[in-house]
């Protein structure tokens, strides 16, 4: 098992910065890849980020260039750190991880964090 808990999210005026942060527990030296989700509203949930044990990286068109996914082995955190918000990044956001055991793949869900943008 692996648990994942969020933190960072809050109110933030347009143009403003949030930095969210994962911390992963339990069997994390199963986890292959993590990232960053959020569903908005009365919108699919949308994957905005992620990252692999390789150091690849994959980001959503909306927010290339203003957001930023890393991670701390040491600490076992994922974070987000999210520039230039816009009232369209208000969304919960959750964080992800796959996990590889064997051949199957099991995939942990954070609690989410809510993200929300002022005009």
């Known amino acids: 098992q692996v648990q994942l808990v969020e933190s960072g999210g809050g109110l933030v005026q347009a143009g403003g910065s949030l930095r969210l942060s994962c911390a992963a527990s339990?069997?994390?030296?199963?986890?292959?890849?993590m990232g960053w989700y959020r569903r908005a509203p009365g919108k699919e949930r949308e994957l905005v980020a992620a990252i692999t044990n390789s150091g690849n990286t994959y980001y959503l068109d909306s927010v290339k260039g203003r957001f930023t996914i890393s991670i701390d082995n040491d600490k076992n955190t994922l974070y987000l750190q999210m520039s230039r918000l816009k009232p369209a990044d208000t969304a919960l956001y959750y964080c992800?991880?796959?996990?590889?055991?064997?051949?199957?793949?099991?995939?942990?869900w954070g609690q989410g964090t809510q993200v929300t943008v002022s005009s």
């Open positions: 339990g069997d994390t030296i199963c986890i292959s890849a």
């Open positions: 992800n991880a796959d996990c590889q055991r064997i051949q199957t793949t099991y995939y942990y």
